[in-house]
Nanobody, 113 residues
Framework: QVQLVESGGGEVQPGGSLRLACSAS????????MSWYRQAPGNEREKVAT????GSASYADSVKGRFTISKGNAVFLQMNDLKPEDTAVYYC??????????WGQGTQVTVTS
C-alpha cells in the first residue's frame, strides 16, 4: 500500500510563491506516474501537473509557465505568480503501471490579498 503525504500549503498573496512536497512510503518515484491535482469548492478535481518515471512533465494550460513539477526524494510542485483562482486543496497522486491510483490527504493553498 502506497502512502502519500503532502506538505507546503498555506496562504499567500497574489503574485507570491509556494512549494508543495509529496513524500511517499516507498521508492516509487522512478516507477509511478506522479501527479498533482487540485479541487476548489464546488469544482471537480482537476489535474495540474504530471511527471513520468523518466522525468518528462506535463501541465494544465492554466498553470503552464507558472508551476513546475520535479522529483528527488519527494515530488515537488513549485508554484509561482499565484492567482486567487489557484486557491484549492492540492492532492498528490501516484499511479502504477496497472493504473491503480493512490492519493494523499491534500494540502490547502489559499491565494488572497
Amino acid at each position: 500500500q502506497v502512502q502519500l503525504v503532502e506538505s507546503g500549503g498555506g496562504e499567500v498573496q497574489p503574485g507570491g510563491s509556494l512549494r508543495l512536497a509529496c513524500s511517499a512510503s516507498g521508492s516509487i518515484f522512478n516507477f509511478y506516474d506522479m501527479s498533482w491535482y487540485r479541487q476548489a469548492p464546488g469544482n471537480e478535481r482537476e489535474k495540474v501537473a504530471t511527471i513520468a518515471p523518466g522525468g518528462s512533465a506535463s501541465y494544465a494550460d492554466s498553470v503552464k509557465g507558472r508551476f513546475t513539477i520535479s522529483k528527488g526524494n519527494a515530488v515537488f510542485l513549485q508554484m509561482n505568480d499565484l492567482k486567487p483562482e489557484d486557491t484549492a486543496v492540492y492532492y498528490c497522486n501516484a499511479k502504477n503501471v496497472a493504473g491503480v491510483p493512490y492519493w494523499g490527504q491534500g494540502t490547502q493553498v489559499t491565494v488572497t490579498s
